[in-house]
């Protein structure tokens, strides 16, 4: 085996399939009609399609190509397996990697969240003092074997020690004050299990830990290393950081003799590069966070400025879609997974350049939020809306049917007539509404039943965005999203929902809830360009959503919810870049949302966002009632001086609440809530879940509400 670095390579690859045959492999699966022997043969088909690919794109040399990129649900969560650090509940389930994932007979799935600053969500470790860390090296050790089999040598990934441990959370019971961190030495002989399972089979081992554009010189990167580094057996490691600028932890990482380091230099060249001078550097100039190509000369540049050896993705392409093969009336200068893989090759080939090196461009200055009457003046002015205490309603979306997604289909390619298609929304819509009014909610929602996405819809009904025919990006498991491509400056050519709102509104005496996307969630969940700041182009979107507020409250819409679930998403990883970020982000949502009337109550909603971080800000959205995902992380309710309403129902689990665990949330959420300003719903959209499940749910969410108001009475 080779021990040089291939010139050539990518940090990640995408998993889900091109034709997202992952996503309905898992899903055959869950539904019972598939075992696990066919899940695991569709795994092993897409590996070798994704290898084969990767090869025919120009990844040959040894090494090039990862291993241990794949994944059935989630990484972070096969990390935890890779080091049996499964919470003993969950050993006794019939599929324990499922039900962490996803909860299972009776037990509530793992916490998730985001990965870092990306779209992406990942199932949240859980470390007590006691958890018995031991190296189960089965997969790693049989995606090498399958890859050897096809002719590949390959170079597995792992999450690192410290990353990994960072990530997790403590587990319940542990005692105050203890960190998983405090595990590391633990893990850490885990690790070197692995490492010493993997010297015979790899010359290159890389260790993702993106972890160090956060921490900066952290004391557990320097120890970690220089005990990884210091093993008398183990393949040669390359310690791979991403989503940043990562110049502060280099030296903790240097003093250790790790072979090499893989840096993000798609924001820059990272400080301290010098001291890996004689070692592999590997340059992450392709981006694998935008869909933009790569203006070569800049990237020479860098690659020069930075002293790479090899050249590569940014980070892993997990978050961008496969390829551009197949899509049409798309701007131009895109490229997708394979087309960077491409561009990574081609800039192997070219070799680095001396040059100027660019710099990013800054955000522009600073905004004022705009403001709107006094919350206690709306307050006053919106109860004629006759809500009871504790009103329930739900945050928007209601199951997707196989039938309207066919619908959906069949219309944009001709083969429905728009207003056939349009009579099956308004019958879809009357049914929705016929479901919650039976089930006794509060306020309403229409469902979103001509929504194929909170994102893709409203871009396909403003200028300046582009949407793909096949270009899925994974969300979680098998949840996928096509990101729209925000190219141009953004306008509104008219009203997207005022007819679905105000015809479900016409359905019933209860109010209904108009139902729009946030600005930045609206850019934080597309391909944006890059040309002009963030921060701009934020603001063009939230003109947009400005006049469609106002559309929907002349048209008699008195409860508009706005949702921002990207808020905490887009927060910088530094936190010296925090606060300049949230105010324009808090400036952007106010500017759509502070023109409405009091008597309009204004409605947002935030999920698996670690909401926690940021409640400042979302305190000052000033939106009337917040609604929060409280149901799998354990969210606590603090003060707040508005309407809250943390989420007492777990969506993305097909587990049906009891009727007295949500009894028992509510009244938690009290003592720290009034009921006056307590409200009680899901934490997210429907969706992705059955009608049966739903209704079920719900039934026993509105039970427990009513329980409870009893009991204030």
């Not at 598939?34 to 040894?62: C, D, M, N």
């Not at 820059?268 to 790569?294: A, C, D, I, K, Q």
């Not at 990237?299 to 002293?307: F, I, N, P, S, T």
């Not at 530094?574 to 949230?582: F, I, N």
Request: glycine residues 8%.
């Amino acid at each position: 085996m080779t021990t040089e670095f291939p010139s050539a390579t990518i940090l990640g690859y995408p998993r889900i399939g091109p034709d997202r045959e992952l996503k309905r492999a898992l899903e055959e699966h869950w539904a019972g009609r598939t075992g696990r022997a066919e899940l695991e043969a569709t795994g092993r088909r897409l590996r070798a399609e994704s290898w084969r690919r990767l090869h025919e794109l120009g990844l040959r040399e040894p090494g090039a190509l990862p291993s241990n990129t794949f994944s059935l649900y989630d990484h972070v969560l096969d990390a935890a397996v890779m080091l049996d650090a499964v919470p003993e509940r969950y050993r006794g389930a019939a599929d324990p990697y499922f039900a962490m994932a996803r909860g299972a007979d009776g037990l509530p799935p793992l916490r998730m969240t985001k990965w870092f600053d990306t779209n992406y969500h990942y199932i949240v470790p859980e470390i007590a003092p006691r958890t018995a860390f031991r190296a189960v090296a089965d997969k790693v050790l049989g995606e090498l074997a399958e890859a050897r089999a096809l002719g590949y040598e390959t170079r597995p990934v792992l999450l690192g020690p410290v990353t990994f441990l960072r990530l997790a959370q403590a587990a319940p019971g542990a005692p105050g004050g203890f960190d998983p961190l405090d595990r590391l030495d633990d893990v850490l002989d885990a690790y070197g299990e692995l490492l010493a399972a993997l010297a015979g089979e790899a010359a290159w081992v890389q260790l993702d830990e993106p972890i160090l554009v956060v921490d900066g010189g952290s004391p557990a990167v320097r120890h970690a290393y220089r005990r990884l580094a210091g093993l008398p057996t183990r393949p040669r490691l390359l310690v791979a950081s991403y989503f940043g600028d990562a110049g502060d932890a280099l030296p903790a990482l240097a003093v250790a003799p790790v072979d090499g380091v893989a840096v993000d230099l798609t924001h820059g060249v990272p400080r301290n590069l010098e001291l890996f001078e004689g070692r592999s550097v590997v340059g992450g100039v392709v981006s694998g966070r935008e869909v933009w190509r790569t203006d070569p000369d800049a990237a020479r540049a860098r690659l020069a400025a930075a002293g790479a050896t090899s050249v590569s993705t940014s980070c892993s392409l997990l978050h961008v879609p496969y390829t551009l093969r197949g899509e049409s009336g798309l701007p131009s200068g895109l490229a997708f997974a394979e087309e960077k893989v491409a561009e990574v090759v081609a800039l192997a080939a070219l070799g680095p350049k001396a040059g100027p090196v660019p710099v990013p461009p800054r955000p522009a200055g600073e905004v004022r939020a705009e403001s709107r009457g006094p919350y206690e003046a709306r307050a006053a002015a919106q109860r004629d809306l006759g809500l009871p205490a504790l009103p329930t309603t739900t945050i928007g979306s209601f199951p997707q049917t196989g039938e309207l997604r066919a619908a959906r289909s069949a219309v944009a390619a001709g083969r429905l007539p728009v207003a056939e298609y349009e009579a099956r929304i308004e019958a879809e819509i009357a049914r929705v509404i016929r479901e919650q009014e039976a089930l006794g909610l509060d306020v309403l929602v229409h469902g979103e039943p001509e929504r194929n996405d909170m994102v893709q819809y409203f871009a396909e009904h403003l200028d300046g965005f582009a949407v793909t025919r096949n270009g899925w990006v994974q969300s979680y498991g098998s949840r996928c999203t096509r990101p729209p491509i925000l190219h141009g400056d953004v306008s509104r050519p008219g009203p997207i929902t005022v007819r679905w709102a105000t015809y479900a509104q016409s359905l019933t005496a209860r109010p209904v809830k108009g139902m729009l996307t946030g600005p930045v969630t609206i850019v934080a969940w597309s391909f944006v360009r890059d040309d002009i700041a963030l921060r701009d182009v934020t603001m063009q979107v939230a003109d947009a959503v400005r006049a469609e507020v106002a559309d929907l409250e002349a048209a008699g819409v008195r409860v508009i919810q706005v949702d921002e679930p990207a808020l905490r998403e887009l927060l910088p990883l530094r936190r010296e870049e925090r606060a300049g970020y949230l105010a324009w982000a808090v400036a952007a949502y106010r500017r759509a949302t502070s023109g409405a009337a009091d008597a309009t109550q204004i409605h947002t909603h935030l999920c698996y966002s670690d909401a926690g971080e940021v409640l400042e800000a979302i305190d000052a959205l000033d939106a009337d009632v917040t609604s929060i995902e409280a149901a799998r992380s354990g969210f606590a309710v603090q003060e707040f001086s508005r309407g809250i309403g943390p989420g007492v129902y777990d969506i993305h689990s097909p587990r049906i609440p009891g009727r007295d665990e949500v009894v028992a949330r509510l009244r938690r959420a009290l003592a720290a809530v009034p009921a006056s300003r307590l409200w009680v719903n899901p934490d997210c959209g429907l969706k992705t879940r059955t009608y049966d499940e739903v209704r079920a749910s719900l039934a026993n969410v509105v039970g427990a509400a009513e329980i409870v108001r009893k009991s204030l009475k």
